[in-house]
Nanobody
Framework: QVQLVESGGGSVQPGGSLRLSCVAS????????MGWYRQAPGKECELVAG????????KYADSVKGRFALSRDNAKNTVYLQMKNLKPEDTAVYYC????????????????????WGQGTQVTVSS
């Protein structure tokens, strides 16, 4: 059983930065895809950034390219999402996911029945 715990959300002004952390307990194969997703009020849940198998490729949503960076610390079983130059449209609940599928790919939308999900962390960007 894999459990994910997110932290690092909060309220910031436009242009600010936050770093989200996702700590995984239990065995996480590096063949699993892991990623961060977000859901804004009234909008579909979407992939923000995700690692493909063995971290060989990182996928980013077009809206966050150049501003967000995904990284992982395998020794700590932790995945990070560094967010810079935040915009009001980044406001959402951010979720961490591991798909638990060998050699999987991060889904572009939230597939709540696949893998493990964290409880979510709120990010609010406003002046």
């Amino acid at each position: 059983q894999v459990q994910l715990v997110e932290s690092g959300g909060g309220s910031v002004q436009p242009g600010g930065s936050l770093r989200l952390s996702c700590v995984a307990s239990g065995y996480i194969s590096r063949s699993y895809a892991m990623g961060w997703y977000r859901q804004a009020p009234g909008k579909e849940c979407e992939l923000v950034a995700g690692f493909t198998t063995y971290g060989g490729t990182t996928k980013y949503a077009d809206s966050v390219k150049g501003r967000f960076a995904l990284s992982r610390d395998n020794a700590k079983n932790t995945v990070y999402l560094q967010m810079k130059n935040l915009k009001p449209e980044d406001t959402a609940v951010y979720y961490c996911n591991v798909d638990l599928i060998p050699f999987g790919e991060p889904s572009s939308v939230c597939s709540w029945d696949i893998g493990s999900w964290g409880q979510g962390t709120q990010v609010t960007v406003s002046s």
